[in-house]
Nanobody, 121 residues
Framework: QVQLVESGGGLVQAGGSLRLSCAAS??????MGWFRQAPGQEREFVAA????????LYADSVKGRFTISRDNAKKTVYLQMNSLKPEDTAVYSC????????????????WGRGTQVTVSS
């Protein structure tokens, strides 16, 4: 059974940091991504990483503050979030795909349930 399970969310003050983790099981994923959805808003892309861990992609809103990484031996992808802002508040979900495609491809096949991140001002 394919599962993606996020952890590491919580409440943090503006300017603080959090590290999210996403543990994968059941499949080997080529690309992994992080998305977020704030209340009343559509889900938006945050970051993605190729299977080799070298190629990454970030949304402009998080570039320079967030870092995506992965440990294939542990089947885990991480999102290090620094200099957090209140507008980063959202449910963060990880996603994976088993298709070979470009890192810019927005389509993912498997999704986790998400973890809440709340940034207070």
């Amino acid at each position: 059974q394919v599962q993606l399970v996020e952890s590491g969310g919580g409440l943090v003050q503006a300017g603080g940091s959090l590290r999210l983790s996403c543990a994968a099981s059941g499949r080997t994923f080529y690309d992994m991504g992080w998305f977020r959805q704030a209340p009343g808003q559509e889900r938006e892309f945050v970051a993605a990483i190729k299977w080799n861990g070298v190629s990454t992609l970030y949304a402009d809103s998080v570039k320079g503050r967030f870092t995506i990484s992965r440990d294939n031996a542990k089947k885990t992808v991480y999102l290090q979030m620094n200099s957090l802002k209140p507008e980063d508040t959202a449910v963060y979900s990880c996603a994976g795909r088993t298709r070979m495609t470009t890192i810019q491809d927005p389509r993912y096949d498997y999704w986790g349930r998400g973890t809440q991140v709340t940034v207070s001002s």
